[in-house]
């Protein structure tokens, strides 16, 4: 994993997207000789048009994150890969199409771009039969020796096990916890050499997966490995680089404490995203008030009620605010205001309001928080004080995801469905914390554009 503003990026995916840039790149300048060809004009010199290839290759890649075409089924399976390539170029040609309106300089031969789109489509889908494969198998996993054999050793060798895992366990090698919950784990007493053991292997890095770490750490062991050129890393910090959340069974107040994140130098950030936020909640507000008003007459015209409803939800430093949403429930939803768990096909959820869900238009009208500051597009989901109250009685931590502002999208919404149960609010946390913890300008851009993902290809709404 390469970690980029704070984020963990597999090498895989980095490697692909860089291919994938100079092939649009590519793809642009080959259409515009091409069709300078066609016409007997002379292509020119490259430097002329840098701009526009540049601006063909942003716009095309931003499209393929927002899809999600750098995901691990992308690797796996091709037809999904060129499922989500078709997609991205659609995009594509609408973000083109719509900076080309704004800046005319920029602009391509609509001949030109028609070339370049079809050779940027055959060569991404290409690329991703001839190396898709070997991207997503084990050349570019990372072997690890895993000492511990309990149930965190297990729990990494169930990771492992899963389609995209980035890594390969070389080994296990059981320490004394009792009964190991790993078969195949190696005693630490068969091996005379624990450093010459990890280099055998192959490993490029060790974990700690030991169940009790009071005084049963091998400080000489991980010494000499650590010597020999390879990482050392607890389970805490592992999982949090191949899972992207912040796993609650196996962190513990002194990790949260003394590892990375959570920075105060957050100002200039802090500044740059309010300033996003007015600028975008005003624009979003302009161009979505005929979709909001044609939503409404039709929630009117299905039932009875209220168009809009206000909610109390806990915000930033556990302040409570009231967020406005399209109803999207018949009017009797929740008696006496007794708040109730969304469900799967939830009976109370209308005709209109289903449709609104898949899509996420009734969130629209909470643009008007983020405009007055108490959200931001992308933070934490805002919680209602009833479920608060609960989930911090019983999930460690709870009380943390509050110290940054919530939003309307967020890392553990594009990455987990709807929570409706204190075991979904339970992994929701894990990923809320993870933002928490590695917030940067860089990640809030990754989860806007993967929102777009999360909209065409609903999952879990409700």
Not at 152 to 177: C, H, T, W, Y
Not at 309 to 327: E, H, N
Not at 419 to 434: F, I, M, P, T
């Amino acid at each position: 994993m390469i970690r980029v503003f704070k984020h963990y990026v597999p090498q895989a995916v980095l490697l692909l997207g860089l291919v994938d840039a100079v092939l649009l790149m590519a793809a642009a300048e080959a259409g515009w000789v091409v069709r300078a060809h066609q016409i007997g004009m002379s292509a020119g010199p490259i430097v002329e048009r840098i701009p526009q290839i540049v601006v063909f290759a942003a716009a095309l890649q931003i499209a393929l994150v927002a899809v999600g075409a750098y995901t691990a089924a992308s690797f796996l399976s091709l037809r999904f890969a060129a499922a989500r390539l078709a997609v991205a170029v659609s995009l594509g040609v609408i973000f083109l199409s719509l900076i080309f309106f704004l800046v005319p300089t920029l602009t391509f031969w609509r001949s030109n771009l028609l070339y370049a789109m079809v050779i940027a489509t055959v060569s991404l889908v290409v690329v991703r039969a001839l190396l898709g494969r070997a991207l997503g198998g084990e050349t570019f996993k990372r072997r690890i020796v895993v000492l511990g054999a309990g149930a965190r050793a297990a729990q990494i060798r169930d990771l492992a096990a899963k389609p995209g895992a980035n890594f390969i366990v070389a080994g296990f090698v059981a320490m004394s916890e009792g009964a190991p919950a790993v078969s195949d784990a190696v005693p630490r007493a068969a091996i005379p050499n624990l450093s010459a053991h990890v280099v055998d292997a192959r490993a490029t890095e060790i974990v700690l997966a030991l169940e009790e770490r009071r005084n049963a750490l091998p400080l000489k062991d991980l010494l000499r490995v650590k010597t020999t050129g390879v990482a050392v890393s607890d389970i805490s910090s592992f999982l949090e680089s191949e899972t992207g959340r912040i796993d609650l069974n196996s962190v513990n107040p002194s990790w949260l404490i003394f590892s990375d994140g959570f920075a105060s130098g957050r100002m200039l950030s802090s500044i740059a995203k309010r300033a996003f936020d007015i600028v975008a909640s005003l624009v979003l507000l302009i161009l979505t008030l005929p979709i909001v008003l044609l939503t409404a007459v039709a929630i009117r015209i299905e039932s009875r009620g209220p168009v809009f409803y206000r909610q109390r939800r806990v915000g930033l430093y556990s302040q409570g605010f009231d967020i406005v949403k399209l109803r999207s429930m018949r009017q009797d939803a929740e008696v006496a205001g007794q708040a109730v768990w969304a469900a799967e096909q939830d009976p109370r959820v209308t005709r209109i309001g289903r449709i609104i869900r898949k899509v996420r238009i009734d969130e629209l009208p909470q643009t008007w928080a983020v405009l007055k500051g108490e959200m931001s597009f992308v933070g934490p989901r805002p919680e209602r004080p009833q479920f608060v109250e609960q989930l911090e009685q019983q999930l460690p931590y709870y009380a943390e995801r509050h110290m940054v502002k919530p939003g309307i999208t967020g890392w553990a919404q594009i990455n987990y469905p709807y929570g409706a149960s204190v075991e979904d609010a339970r992994h929701k946390l894990e990923y809320d914390l993870y933002y928490a913890k590695n917030y940067s300008p860089f990640l809030d851009l990754l989860i806007l554009l993967q929102t777009l993902r999360v909209v065409l290809w609903p999952s879990g709404a409700r």
